[in-house]
Nanobody
Framework: QVQLVESGGGLVQTGGSVRLSCSAS????????MGWFRQAPGKERSFVAR????????DYADSVKGRFTISRDNAKNTVYLQMNSLKPEDTAVYYC?????????????????WGQGTQVTVSS
């Protein structure tokens, strides 16, 4: 089992920045690809970003490319999402996800482990 706990959400103004963290416990962290998803009110959960186990590969949704950066520190068992130039449409609950397979972190449907989510609200 892997337990994921997100932190760092909150209220931020348009154009501002927030860094989310996701701490993992339970298994060898570097064996897991990690990702971030988000769910806005009334919408389905959607892919935001993913990163390979060693941090060598990353991938982003088109809507966040150039504004968000995913990174990980395997020594701290933590994955981060740096969110810059935030827009009101970025408002959502952000979920951390982990899976041995990098490929499944694009769609999210088969992901083994999820965090509980953290709210990010961007005010206009």
């Amino acid at each position: 089992q892997v337990q994921l706990v997100e932190s760092g959400g909150g209220l931020v103004q348009t154009g501002g920045s927030v860094r989310l963290s996701c701490s993992a416990s339970g298994r060898t962290f570097s064996n897991y690809a990690m990702g971030w998803f988000r769910q806005a009110p009334g919408k389905e959960r959607s892919f935001v970003a993913r990163i390979g186990g060693s941090g060598d590969v990353t991938d982003y949704a088109d809507s966040v490319k150039g504004r968000f950066t995913i990174s990980r520190d395997n020594a701290k068992n933590t994955v981060y999402l740096q969110m810059n130039s935030l827009k009101p449409e970025d408002t959502a609950v952000y979920y951390c996800a982990g899976d041995p397979l990098y490929v499944v972190l694009r769609s999210g449907g088969a992901v083994h482990y999820w965090g509980q989510g953290t709210q990010v609200t961007v005010s206009s």
